[in-house]
T-cell receptor, first 116, second 114 residues
């Protein structure tokens, strides 16, 4: 069966510090991968999505970046965090061939980031 | 642009009663998918139910059903026989054709009273 991991689970970082959040998927190959951010009490905002290695699309211009060095690994990074980067970051995946089907996206457990 | 609107920031329901959570959407696509997710306080996103734009029947999954009114562009979630464990945030989402991306509404916080 497929599983999705995210780490760390929680993170407290000072403003201006770098960031690296990791997401890995097990039990499948060539998934579409997604990074979402959720501000407190709000809905999910798509940040990046990837249809393959080194194929990443950015949805919202900001100081964050994403990379996909391996098929099942998706990394969210920042060189200098802002206060507004605080939130709950969720990684999700779906089989590439299922994007128009009834298959849902499967979400990881999330990383709660607090920037002070 | 595609958009999901959930107009109820918070809802209360008595245990064992039914509750309807509203969702309207806007899209120019003829083919699309609509999803409902539950997010408890732990933060995990739990898939509840799916409705395809060409599905003639309303989707049902156990105590969850989707009241799909295509002409009105609404996809309301109905939870029957509410339980205390149903207390959570509920999100309506629509899948875009490009890349399988999901667009989420702002969510409705449901509180079930004993």
């Amino acid at each position: 069966s497929q599983t999705i991991h995210q780490w760390p689970a929680t993170l407290v970082q000072p403003v201006g510090s770098p960031l690296s959040l990791e997401c890995t998927v097990e039990g499948t190959s060539n998934p579409n991968l997604y990074w979402y951010r959720q501000a407190a009490g709000r809905g999910l905002q798509l940040l990046f999505y990837s249809i393959g290695i080194d194929q990443i699309s950015s949805e919202v211009p900001q100081n964050l970046s994403a990379s996909r060095p391996q098929d099942r690994q998706f990394i969210l990074s920042s060189k200098k965090l802002l206060l507004s980067d605080s939130g709950f970051y969720l990684c999700a995946w779906i089989l590439a061939g299922a994007v128009t089907s009834t298959d849902t996206q499967y979400f990881g457990p999330g990383t709660r980031l607090t920037v002070l | 642009a595609q958009k999901i609107t959930q107009t109820q920031p918070g809802m209360f329901v008595q245990e064992k009663e039914a509750v309807t959570l509203d969702c309207t959407y806007d899209t120019s696509d003829q083919s699309y998918g609509l999803f409902w997710y539950k997010q408890p306080s732990s933060g995990e996103m739990i898939f509840l139910i799916y409705q395809g734009s060409y599905d003639e029947q309303n989707a049902t999954e156990g105590r969850y059903s989707l009241n799909f009114q295509k002409a009105r562009k609404s996809a309301n979630l109905v939870i029957s026989a509410s339980q205390l464990g149903d207390s959570a945030m509920y999100f309506c989402a629509m899948r875009e054709r490009q890349g399988g991306k999901l667009i989420f509404g702002q969510g409705t916080e449901l509180s079930v009273k004993p």
